[in-house]
T-cell receptor, first 111, second 111 residues
Framework: EAGVAQSPRYKIIEKRQSVAFWCNPI?????LYWYQQILGQGPKLLIQ????????DSQLPKDRFSAERLKGVDSTLKIQPAKLEDSAVYLC?????????FGSGTRLTVV | AQSVTQLGSHVSVSEGALVLLRCNYS??????LFWYVQYPNQGLQLLLK??????LVKGINGFEAEFKKSETSFHLTKPSAHMSDAAEYFC?????????FGKGTQLSVIP
C-alpha cells in the first residue's frame, strides 16, 4: 500500500514569513496527526484529526499555527508568521486501529 | 496522562555486542507500546509494537522487546549489534489513540 505522502521535503523561509505543509494519509485511515520534531527531541503531537474533525489541538500554538483536513482526507498545516524556534521536522502520520504510519516529514528551517 | 521515559540519551556498544535500550511508561492502563527507529534525515520506521497477547514481541532487523507490566517497562534488545543499527531510537506509547514519544536514544556502534 502507498505510504503517507508529505510535501515539500525541505523548506527554508525567513522569520515572519508564512509556510504550509501538505499531507496525504494512507487511504482509509480516519485518524491523522501532525507532529513537530525539534532536533534532538522526540516528536511532539501538534494536532489530531478524526476524519475532518479535530480531536486534540491542545499543543498547537494557535496564535501562529493552523491546520485543516477538508473532506477527511488530506491535510495542510500552516505557520504564519514563522519564528526561529519553529525550525523542526514536521511529521504527518495516519492510523487505523493500532497501526501508525509516518511520512518522511518536512524539514523547516527558519532563518 | 500517558508518558514515556527513555533512560539514556546516548548508548554506545561494540559491534557484535548486546544492544539494550530502556523504556518505561507511566500509565494506569497499560498502553499500546512501540519502538521506532530514525536514520538521519529520514522518517520514523516501526521496529515493533505491543498491543495485547504475548509479552515478548519480535520486530524487524533482529530486534525484540518484552512488555513487563510489573516493571512498567518495554526495553528493546538485540543480541548482536551491527554497524547499520546506528540510529536514533524512540519508544512510544499510545493511549486515547495518540502516540506519546520518549526523548529518544542515540545508538552508536563501535567497530
Amino acid at each position: 500500500e502507498a505510504g503517507v505522502a508529505q510535501s515539500p521535503r525541505y523548506k527554508i523561509i525567513e522569520k515572519r514569513q508564512s509556510v504550509a505543509f501538505w499531507c496525504n494519509p494512507i487511504s482509509g485511515h480516519a485518524t491523522l496527526y501532525w507532529y513537530q520534531q525539534i532536533l534532538g527531541q522526540g516528536p511532539k503531537l501538534l494536532i489530531q484529526f478524526q476524519n475532518n474533525g479535530v480531536v486534540d489541538d491542545s499543543q498547537l500554538p494557535k496564535d501562529r499555527f493552523s491546520a485543516e483536513r477538508l473532506k477527511g482526507v488530506d491535510s495542510t498545516l500552516k505557520i504564519q508568521p514563522a519564528k526561529l524556534e519553529d525550525s523542526a521536522v514536521y511529521l504527518c502520520a495516519s492510523s487505523f486501529r493500532a497501526g501508525y504510519t509516518f511520512g518522511s516529514g518536512t524539514r523547516l528551517t527558519v532563518v | 496522562a500517558q508518558s514515556v521515559t527513555q533512560l539514556g540519551s546516548h548508548v554506545s556498544v561494540s559491534e557484535g555486542a548486546l544492544v539494550l535500550l530502556r523504556c518505561n511508561y507511566s500509565s494506569s492502563v497499560p498502553p499500546y507500546l512501540f519502538w521506532y527507529v530514525q536514520y538521519p534525515n529520514q522518517g520514523l520506521q516501526l521496529l515493533l509494537k505491543y498491543t495485547t497477547g504475548a509479552t515478548l514481541v519480535k520486530g524487524i532487523n533482529g530486534f525484540e522487546a518484552e512488555f513487563k507490566k510489573s516493571e512498567t517497562s518495554f526495553h528493546l534488545t538485540k543480541p548482536s549489534a551491527h554497524m547499520s543499527d546506528a540510529a536514533e531510537y524512540f519508544c512510544a506509547g499510545a493511549g486515547s489513540y495518540q502516540l506519546t514519544f520518549g526523548k529518544g536514544t542515540q545508538l552508536s556502534v563501535i567497530p
